[in-house]
């Protein structure tokens, strides 16, 4: 079982604030799913390779051009910012 | 019914304002009850409509999808319109670009009834989950229509659209189309684009159709694949040659598996008794039955759950009240002690996201982080590459894979949903195709009676990669001889 020290630093490596009321409520059900995720201890994977691509596509790459995007497009984009400055997307202090 | 209205269309029986019309009012009638749709597009619908007559007065050739009113899973981007992935984080977002398959559906004059209603980030299997209404299930109001694509096939079983488009990371559109009595189809992954799909796992998910028969969903899915210059996950298509045209009807000499696995005693007796039934008929209808063995799926349920938190603990940082979507960003409303940047990430995800997603994102960032990433992530992914192996050593003997496609019918509202595991095993058997990246198609195969009603079931079939048209024919028969139209040997 997670300790509530535990989900806190979970919750603040994730970003997401939880409450100190809800901190039992997620310690209980986050391990009972990681509880739950230990029968694949029994799985043999010795030298098995883990999945990349599922149907085995490999790396592609677009050509290496600029494309523009429609300013019906532009404005969308900058109409869906909670706040802008001077064209710039404003945000509080890092610090 | 598509091609029946497609036809009526082009003979001028009917036109397509009237089509459109027509479902518009039962929406109205019946909206109250179902809560199919989150958001309505009746004005573009109309005016896509009109410009379809227009076309079939000027006597041009239209496409078989032209006209015909379909409706759209709310995380999946219509320019202009509201798309919220069933969360408050994004109840203001209005996309600023189609989707890939909006784009391609959007140049053969489909019409867009509206969004449909999704358990929060395809994360559920209900629709209980929805940060906005609960969607009830058609054939019995009293039930949930299955998840998360539940808004859409509520949409098609009510009457209210005639096709509908879902997404499908770990069942999404086959519980849904087996709990409301549908066609629900998962592409090979790759198959259609993700481009403008609101990702929840990107290694899993596709964007797929329901339809009421199989015939319908074969036409939408036409029209959805190929490459994209905008998924580099997305792969050719191969072939052009439409998926309705290899409905032949004829599965005379096709090899069915059906794997042991998964036939334990814990299944259900009605189901089984269903499930027993439909391979008698596949096998009157010439198809071979072969017991088959997939020997890890029973660690497929860990598997997917571990990736699939990996990946939404990823792709969910990307809602963060900076870019779009829902912004805390006063003091007033904040439970943090600091004021910097990290006070606007902690308080707008702890009020935007709803618990099933915190906790989601939480498990994901658990089992990623340092320490934690071998025995998690890495170890599923190992067993993915088992799971996979299973697969390609069964297609060694057969063509397609059949089941059930849930271990239950339609559950009632609040049956699972304090039970976070619960809900999971609903995914029992439909997790392995994402696993694998095979194709998987539910169908109705029969019914089961409860509470004095009966309640459809869902058959799954799953196909080689890139192999629909075998999966697509098989089910077509399947349905075209229950209906009686094809008589068995």
Not at chain 2, 136 to 161: C, F, I, M, Q, Y
Not at chain 2, 168 to 188: E, H, M, N, W, Y
Not at chain 2, 454 to 468: A, R, S, T, V, Y
Request: aromatic share 8%; charged share 25%; glycine share 8%.
């Amino acid at each position: 079982m997670l300790t509530q020290e535990e989900v806190q630093h979970i919750a603040l490596l994730a970003r997401v604030g939880i409450r100190e009321d809800e901190r039992e409520k997620y310690q209980k059900s986050l391990s009972s799913v990681l509880d739950f995720f230990h029968e694949l201890e029994m799985v043999d994977t010795g030298d098995v390779a883990p999945i990349g691509h599922i149907t085995g596509s490999e790396n592609r790459a677009r050509a290496d051009m600029f494309i523009d995007a429609d300013q019906g497009e532009k404005d969308g984009i900058r109409k869906n910012v909670p706040e802008m400055q001077d064209g710039f997307v404003r945000v509080k202090s890092v610090f | 019914m598509i091609r029946e209205l497609h036809n009526k269309l082009i003979s001028g029986e009917i036109t397509a304002v009237d089509l459109t019309k027509k479902y518009l009012k039962t929406i109205e009638e019946k909206e109250s009850e179902f809560g199919a749709y989150l958001t309505l597009m009746e004005e573009s619908a109309l005016k896509e409509a009109e410009i379809v007559d227009e076309k079939i007065k000027r006597g041009e050739t239209i496409d078989l999808l032209a006209g015909i009113p379909g409706a759209i899973k709310d995380n999946i981007c219509i320019a202009g319109v509201r798309t919220t992935a069933g969360s408050k984080i994004l109840d203001n977002y209005i996309a600023p670009y189609d989707a890939t398959v909006i784009k391609k559906l959007k140049s053969v004059d489909a019409i867009f009834l509206g969004k449909t209603n999704l358990d929060e980030f395809a994360m559920g299997s209900s629709t209980e989950n929805s940060a906005y209404q609960k969607t009830k299930n058609p054939l019995d109001v009293t039930r949930v229509p299955g998840g998360s694509s539940g808004g859409s096939a509520a949409s098609v079983a009510g009457g209210e659209a005639v096709f509908a488009l879902g997404s499908d990371t770990g069942g999404s559109i086959r519980q849904p189309a087996s709990f409301c009595g549908l066609v629900g189809l998962k592409p090979t992954y790759g198959r259609v684009s993700r481009y403008g799909l609101i990702a929840m796992a990107s290694s899993f998910d596709q964007i797929g159709p329901f339809g009421t028969s199989v015939e319908d969903v074969a036409i939408v899915f036409s029209r959805l694949v190929g490459h994209d210059t905008m998924d580099a996950t997305s792969a050719e298509s191969g072939n052009n040659k439409p998926f309705e045209e290899y409905l032949t009807g004829d599965i005379k000499g096709l090899t069915i598996g059906v794997p042991k696995e998964y036939f334990s005693e814990k299944l259900d007796p009605r189901v089984r008794k269903v499930t027993d039934e439909a391979l008698n008929r596949f096998k009157k209808l010439g198809a071979n039955v072969k017991e088959i063995s997939l020997s890890y799926s029973k660690y497929a349920l860990p598997v997917y759950y571990i990736i699939v938190l990996s990946e939404v603990s990823s792709n969910l940082a990307r809602f963060d009240g900076i870019k779009y979507g829902l912004s805390i960003n006063d003091d007033e409303n904040s439970s943090e002690e600091t004021t910097t940047l990290l006070e606007t990430y902690l308080d707008t995800r702890r009020i935007g996201f709803g618990e099933e997603v915190k906790r989601r994102i939480m498990l994901g960032t658990y089992v990623l982080s340092a320490g934690y990433y071998d025995a998690y992530y890495l170890k599923a992914q190992k067993v993915r590459a088992l799971i996979k192996k299973d697969f390609e050593n069964a297609f060694k003997d057969v063509d397609m894979i059949f089941s059930p496609t849930t271990p239950e019918p339609a559950f009632h509202f609040g049956e699972k949903v304090d039970d976070p595991l619960m809900m999971y095993l609903s995914d029992i058997y439909t997790v392995t195709a994402n696993l694998a990246g095979v194709p998987a198609l539910s169908f109705p195969m029969g019914t089961i009676q409860e509470d004095g009603k009966n309640l459809p079931i869902g058959g799954q079939l799953m196909g080689k990669w890139f192999d629909e048209e075998t999966i697509l024919r098989t089910a077509d028969t399947f349905e075209r001889s229950y209906n009686g139209e094809i008589l068995e040997k």
